[in-house]
T-cell receptor, first 112, second 113 residues
Framework: EAQVTQNPRYLITVTGKKLTVTCSQN?????MSWYRQDPGLGLRQIYY???????DKGDVPEGYKVSRKEKRNFPLILESPSPNQTSLYFC???????????FGPGTRLTVL | KQEVTQIPAALSVPEGENLVLNCSFT??????LQWFRQDPGKGLTSLLL?????REQTSGRLNASLDKSSGRSTLYIAASQPGDSATYLC????????????FGRGTQLTVWP
């Protein structure tokens, strides 16, 4: 089944403890992207990747890192999480620039 | 910076009504535009994608159009049903920086029997 998977789905952590949210797609998509969704603010793009080893900042990249070492994976790294990074995070992928995005199920992160 | 406005923010209608949801971009240079639905506590489901060379797309009771000159898109839902209740989101890709995508805050739709 074609899908985008994210792990973990739920995470509660404490300020300053490094964490990684994984994202994987099995559709051989070139493009992958991370978003956060906050009440009243909607979805905002954090980072995106047009292909392997190519990453670019979105709207809200501060406090996040990403890497794209292989096509199928696009992990989101929070080196020192803070409470303002408490949010619902979505990963998405698509083929090239003329095709629809497919979204993962989301990761709900709480930073205490 | 691109700003995306969706109007109305919320809509409550009886079953059977035809609906129009609106989305507008401050920068009209939109490359692609995609409409999604999101059910409470769930992820995003793609509804329609209008590619750069297109002006509208149709799928069943849904029709989406894009006016690139004004940076406005409309999602038309015909003969609404209670199962259409969800939040509808529009997402535009920047024409000047491919890969940069911008979402509106959504229209929360309730269709009652």
């Amino acid at each position: 089944e074609a899908q985008v998977t994210q792990n973990p789905r739920y995470l509660i952590t404490v300020t300053g403890k490094k964490l990684t949210v994984t994202c994987s797609q099995n559709m051989n998509h070139e493009y992958m992207s991370w978003y956060r969704q906050d009440p009243g603010l909607g979805l905002r793009q954090i980072y995106y990747s047009m292909n392997v080893e190519v990453t670019d900042k979105g709207d809200v990249p501060e406090g996040y890192k990403v890497s794209r070492k292989e096509k199928r994976n696009f992990p989101l790294i929070l080196e020192s999480p803070s409470p303002n990074q408490t949010s619902l995070y979505f990963c998405a992928s698509r083929t090239g620039t003329l095709n629809e995005q497919f979204f993962g199920p989301g990761t709900r992160l709480t930073v205490l | 910076k691109q700003e995306v406005t969706q109007i109305p923010a919320a809509l409550s209608v009886p079953e059977g009504e035809n609906l129009v949801l609106n989305c507008s971009f401050t920068d009209s240079a939109i490359y692609n535009l995609q409409w999604f639905r999101q059910d409470p506590g769930k992820g995003l489901t793609s509804l329609l994608l209008i590619q750069s060379s297109q002006r509208e797309q149709t799928s069943g009771r849904l029709n989406a159009s894009l006016d690139k000159s004004s940076g406005r898109s409309t999602l038309y839902i015909a003969a609404s049903q209670p199962g259409d209740s969800a939040t509808y989101l529009c997402c535009g890709e920047s024409g000047s920086t491919l890969g940069r995508l911008y979402f509106g805050r959504g229209t929360q739709l309730t269709v009652w029997p």
